[in-house]
């Protein structure tokens, strides 16, 4: 199997790493985290230093790939530039629940994860570094875009586009063919009939202009 290493050592993680040995396709030989002391065990497995410690961990533990488990959207965009900035050849797999349904004709970037019982429908393409969450559903002919995230329990309708680092909480539903425009937040359980402009955040139901938005804030901010 081939080895990998997980950026991130949080819930998300614990959630990534249960999918990795599900999918029994990787060796994990350890995270690297900011916060956590080199050494200590997180989920059953080492920390192994910080980022700036892999190139000399890809060498020591013969380490071939990795993948994010940073659930912010932005935060994950800034942890991969990171490691290509000390490691431009470095590699990132994604890592996809068993029990994910997957249609003909999908397509998945990499570094990108689906969760437990995520379904997502035929001829949809998913960009790199994105997460769908668990239970959520993508209809046929729809786009994620790179470092995009469904929430728990999203829906969409078919031919729907998400831009780029743009969440879509928990809970909350997408009409068919709309658009999600860039570094957007639709809120949790809200309902989303029409386009949604970019660098905004919507509530409700169905949704409505809240607020605008600035690239890298939070997306849980509170309204």
Known sequence: ???????????????????????????????LDREKAVGTEFFGYPVLGKEEDLPGLVKEKSIEAGIIAIGDNWTRHLAVQKIWSLAPDFKFVSAVHPSAQIAKGVKLGKGTVVMANAAINSDSKIGDFCIVNTSASLDHDCLMEDYSSLAPNVATGGNV??????????????????????????????????????????HGVPAEFSRKREKGEKYLKTP
């Open 161 to 202: 586009t998400i831009g780029k680092f743009s969440a879509i909480c928990i809970g909350a539903s997408l009409s068919h063919g709309i658009s999600i425009g860039e570094h957007c937040v639709v809120g949790a359980v809200g309902f989303v009939q029409d386009d949604v402009p970019a660098y905004s955040v919507f």
């Open 1 to 31: 199997m081939k080895n990998i290493i997980v950026i991130g050592a949080s819930g998300h993680a614990k959630v990534i790493l249960d999918i990795v040995e599900k999918q029994g396709k990787y060796s994990v030989a350890g995270l």
